[in-house]
Protein backbone atom coordinates (compact mmCIF):
# COMPACT_ATOMS: atom_id res chain seq x y z
CA UNK A 1 0.00 0.00 0.00
CA UNK A 2 1.69 3.48 -0.85
CA UNK A 3 0.58 6.86 0.79
CA UNK A 4 -1.08 9.51 -1.79
CA UNK A 5 -1.86 13.33 -0.49
CA UNK A 6 -4.19 15.66 -2.57
CA UNK A 7 -3.11 19.41 -1.80
CA UNK A 8 -5.46 22.54 -3.23
CA UNK A 9 -3.01 24.92 -2.84
CA UNK A 10 -5.09 28.96 -2.06
CA UNK A 11 -8.48 27.94 -0.84
CA UNK A 12 -10.23 28.68 -4.17
CA UNK A 13 -13.93 28.52 -5.13
CA UNK A 14 -13.62 25.00 -7.06
CA UNK A 15 -11.62 23.00 -4.16
CA UNK A 16 -15.18 23.44 -2.55
CA UNK A 17 -17.55 23.01 -5.66
CA UNK A 18 -15.16 20.56 -7.51
CA UNK A 19 -13.01 18.90 -5.26
CA UNK A 20 -15.02 18.12 -2.04
CA UNK A 21 -18.08 16.32 -3.30
CA UNK A 22 -16.04 14.66 -5.69
CA UNK A 23 -13.29 13.41 -2.80
CA UNK A 24 -16.30 13.13 -0.59
CA UNK A 25 -18.29 10.33 -2.94
CA UNK A 26 -14.72 8.69 -3.23
CA UNK A 27 -14.33 8.37 0.17
CA UNK A 28 -10.90 10.42 0.02
CA UNK A 29 -9.68 13.30 1.90
CA UNK A 30 -7.90 16.41 0.61
CA UNK A 31 -5.86 18.99 2.26
CA UNK A 32 -6.65 22.89 1.51
CA UNK A 33 -3.91 25.41 1.87
CA UNK A 34 -5.70 28.50 2.75
CA UNK A 35 -4.09 32.39 2.39
CA UNK A 36 -6.01 34.32 4.75
CA UNK A 37 -6.05 37.42 2.57
CA UNK A 38 -7.83 35.76 0.09
CA UNK A 39 -10.65 33.59 1.11
CA UNK A 40 -13.71 35.06 0.47
CA UNK A 41 -12.30 37.65 -2.36
CA UNK A 42 -12.41 36.32 -6.12
CA UNK A 43 -12.21 33.47 -7.29
CA UNK A 44 -11.79 32.28 -3.71
CA UNK A 45 -13.95 30.44 -1.08
CA UNK A 46 -15.66 31.70 1.99
CA UNK A 47 -14.17 30.54 5.24
CA UNK A 48 -18.04 28.79 5.35
CA UNK A 49 -16.86 27.08 3.26
CA UNK A 50 -13.80 25.59 4.59
CA UNK A 51 -15.23 25.20 7.80
CA UNK A 52 -17.70 22.60 6.44
CA UNK A 53 -14.76 20.68 4.50
CA UNK A 54 -12.66 20.94 7.93
CA UNK A 55 -15.85 19.13 9.81
CA UNK A 56 -16.17 16.84 7.37
CA UNK A 57 -12.37 15.54 7.68
CA UNK A 58 -11.07 17.40 5.07
CA UNK A 59 -7.63 19.34 6.50
CA UNK A 60 -7.41 23.29 6.34
CA UNK A 61 -3.78 24.31 6.46
CA UNK A 62 -2.23 27.29 6.56
CA UNK A 63 -0.64 29.11 3.38
CA UNK A 64 0.46 32.30 4.97
CA UNK A 65 -2.19 35.57 4.91
CA UNK A 66 -0.72 37.20 1.96
CA UNK A 67 1.12 35.01 -0.21
CA UNK A 68 3.86 36.60 -1.00
CA UNK A 69 7.50 35.13 -1.37
CA UNK A 70 8.84 35.70 2.28
CA UNK A 71 12.79 34.67 1.49
CA UNK A 72 13.99 37.91 1.85
CA UNK A 73 11.67 38.79 4.69
CA UNK A 74 12.27 39.31 8.23
CA UNK A 75 11.14 36.94 10.14
CA UNK A 76 8.74 38.46 12.34
CA UNK A 77 7.05 39.27 8.59
CA UNK A 78 6.25 35.51 8.26
CA UNK A 79 5.45 35.24 11.75
CA UNK A 80 2.88 37.97 11.56
CA UNK A 81 1.71 36.49 8.11
CA UNK A 82 1.04 32.81 9.99
CA UNK A 83 -0.52 34.29 12.71
CA UNK A 84 -3.15 36.16 10.29
CA UNK A 85 -4.31 33.43 9.45
CA UNK A 86 -4.32 31.34 12.32
CA UNK A 87 -6.17 34.40 14.18
CA UNK A 88 -8.92 33.93 10.94
CA UNK A 89 -9.27 30.31 11.42
CA UNK A 90 -9.72 30.09 15.14
CA UNK A 91 -12.39 33.04 14.22
CA UNK A 92 -14.44 31.04 11.78
CA UNK A 93 -14.53 27.73 14.47
CA UNK A 94 -11.79 26.11 11.89
CA UNK A 95 -9.52 23.41 13.67
CA UNK A 96 -5.97 24.77 14.59
CA UNK A 97 -3.77 24.14 11.32
CA UNK A 98 -1.02 21.59 11.86
CA UNK A 99 0.33 22.22 8.16
CA UNK A 100 1.96 24.78 5.91
CA UNK A 101 2.77 25.73 2.58
CA UNK A 102 5.22 28.31 1.34
CA UNK A 103 3.40 30.39 -1.20
CA UNK A 104 4.57 30.31 -4.48
CA UNK A 105 6.88 27.48 -2.89
CA UNK A 106 9.54 29.78 -2.09
CA UNK A 107 11.63 28.52 0.60
CA UNK A 108 15.08 28.97 2.29
CA UNK A 109 16.20 27.75 5.71
CA UNK A 110 15.43 31.00 7.46
CA UNK A 111 11.93 30.66 6.22
CA UNK A 112 11.85 26.66 7.49
CA UNK A 113 13.26 27.84 10.68
CA UNK A 114 10.01 30.20 11.32
CA UNK A 115 7.57 27.49 10.42
CA UNK A 116 9.25 24.84 12.63
CA UNK A 117 8.99 27.30 15.39
CA UNK A 118 5.59 28.47 14.97
CA UNK A 119 4.86 24.90 16.10
CA UNK A 120 4.16 23.53 12.62
CA UNK A 121 5.34 19.82 11.73
CA UNK A 122 5.30 19.54 8.70
CA UNK A 123 5.62 22.25 5.33
CA UNK A 124 4.65 21.39 1.64
CA UNK A 125 7.04 22.86 -0.89
CA UNK A 126 7.12 22.52 -4.61
CA UNK A 127 9.42 20.07 -7.53
CA UNK A 128 12.52 21.83 -6.48
CA UNK A 129 14.65 18.44 -5.54
CA UNK A 130 13.69 17.60 -9.61
CA UNK A 131 16.17 18.76 -12.13
CA UNK A 132 13.77 18.68 -14.82
CA UNK A 133 11.33 20.86 -13.04
CA UNK A 134 12.32 24.36 -14.09
CA UNK A 135 8.67 26.53 -14.14
CA UNK A 136 6.56 26.00 -11.48
CA UNK A 137 4.14 28.11 -13.62
CA UNK A 138 3.31 25.31 -16.02
CA UNK A 139 3.55 22.39 -13.16
CA UNK A 140 5.87 19.48 -13.48
CA UNK A 141 6.90 16.05 -11.89
CA UNK A 142 9.11 16.26 -8.45
CA UNK A 143 9.55 13.11 -6.56
CA UNK A 144 7.95 11.51 -3.47
CA UNK A 145 8.51 12.62 -0.03
CA UNK A 146 10.97 10.46 1.69
CA UNK A 147 10.88 10.94 5.31
CA UNK A 148 14.39 9.38 5.13
CA UNK A 149 15.60 12.26 2.50
CA UNK A 150 13.48 15.32 2.92
CA UNK A 151 13.44 17.82 5.62
CA UNK A 152 9.64 17.56 7.11
CA UNK A 153 10.37 21.22 6.36
CA UNK A 154 10.70 20.88 2.62
CA UNK A 155 8.27 18.53 1.84
CA UNK A 156 8.46 17.98 -1.75
CA UNK A 157 5.13 17.44 -4.64
CA UNK A 158 5.41 13.94 -7.10
CA UNK A 159 3.43 16.56 -9.13
CA UNK A 160 2.44 19.82 -9.49
CA UNK A 161 -0.64 20.20 -12.19
CA UNK A 162 -0.80 22.83 -14.67
CA UNK A 163 0.05 23.37 -18.33
CA UNK A 164 3.11 20.39 -18.17
CA UNK A 165 1.42 18.47 -15.92
CA UNK A 166 -1.78 16.14 -16.48
CA UNK A 167 -3.65 12.74 -15.72
CA UNK A 168 -1.08 11.05 -17.64
CA UNK A 169 1.81 12.17 -15.97
CA UNK A 170 0.20 11.60 -12.71
CA UNK A 171 -0.42 8.39 -13.35
CA UNK A 172 3.35 7.57 -14.61
CA UNK A 173 4.07 9.40 -11.52
CA UNK A 174 2.39 6.80 -9.33
CA UNK A 175 3.55 3.85 -11.22
CA UNK A 176 7.38 4.77 -11.68
CA UNK A 177 8.58 7.57 -8.86
CA UNK A 178 6.41 5.94 -5.32
CA UNK A 179 8.20 3.27 -3.67
CA UNK A 180 7.23 1.99 -0.75
CA UNK A 181 7.77 3.93 2.85
CA UNK A 182 7.61 7.61 0.98
CA UNK A 183 4.38 9.20 -0.05
CA UNK A 184 3.18 10.69 -3.45
CA UNK A 185 2.23 14.41 -2.33
CA UNK A 186 0.18 15.99 -5.61
CA UNK A 187 -0.56 19.80 -5.55
CA UNK A 188 -3.93 21.34 -7.13
CA UNK A 189 -4.80 25.02 -7.98
CA UNK A 190 -7.98 25.54 -10.07
CA UNK A 191 -9.73 23.12 -11.00
CA UNK A 192 -11.08 24.30 -14.33
CA UNK A 193 -8.53 26.22 -16.46
CA UNK A 194 -7.71 30.31 -15.97
CA UNK A 195 -6.28 31.12 -19.38
CA UNK A 196 -3.23 32.93 -18.95
CA UNK A 197 -0.59 34.00 -21.50
CA UNK A 198 2.77 35.09 -21.78
CA UNK A 199 4.65 35.10 -25.08
CA UNK A 200 1.77 34.16 -27.35
CA UNK A 201 1.43 30.74 -25.34
CA UNK A 202 -1.06 29.92 -22.32
CA UNK A 203 0.32 28.66 -19.14
CA UNK A 204 -0.58 28.28 -15.72
CA UNK A 205 -1.13 26.04 -12.73
CA UNK A 206 -4.43 24.91 -13.12
CA UNK A 207 -6.20 21.67 -14.61
CA UNK A 208 -9.11 20.70 -16.38
CA UNK A 209 -12.02 19.84 -14.70
CA UNK A 210 -12.21 16.41 -16.56
CA UNK A 211 -8.43 15.74 -15.92
CA UNK A 212 -9.39 15.91 -12.15
CA UNK A 213 -12.00 13.53 -12.11
CA UNK A 214 -9.77 11.06 -14.29
CA UNK A 215 -7.26 11.35 -11.29
CA UNK A 216 -9.85 10.93 -8.93
CA UNK A 217 -11.30 7.65 -10.42
CA UNK A 218 -8.08 6.39 -10.95
CA UNK A 219 -7.41 6.29 -7.35
CA UNK A 220 -10.73 5.19 -6.69
CA UNK A 221 -9.83 2.15 -8.85
CA UNK A 222 -6.24 1.41 -7.28
CA UNK A 223 -7.46 1.60 -4.00
CA UNK A 224 -5.83 -1.61 -3.10
CA UNK A 225 -2.45 0.33 -3.91
CA UNK A 226 -3.07 3.62 -2.74
CA UNK A 227 -4.53 5.36 0.35
CA UNK A 228 -5.28 8.80 0.06
CA UNK A 229 -4.93 10.53 3.25
CA UNK A 230 -4.63 14.43 4.69
CA UNK A 231 -1.25 15.79 4.72
CA UNK A 232 -1.11 15.97 8.44
CA UNK A 233 -1.51 12.36 8.50
CA UNK A 234 1.73 11.51 7.68
CA UNK A 235 3.46 13.91 10.31
ZN1 LIG B 1 -0.43 29.32 -3.31
Redesign the pocket.
Given at each position: MKTVVLTF??GLRTHYDIAYPTLSKHGFKGTI?A?GERIGCRDHSEWNKLLKMDKDGFEIAN?SYK?VNVCNEKAEWLQWQIKETEGLMSAAGISPPETFCY??FHVNEDVKKVVDEMGYKLARSGCEYAMEFDDFQRGGSGCAYDPDVHSPFQVPCLGVFGDEYSYVDFVVDLQTKLQDGQVGIFCFHNIGIRIKERDGKTFGVDSSVEDFMKCIEYLSQNKDKYNVVNFRDII
Open positions: DDFSHHPG
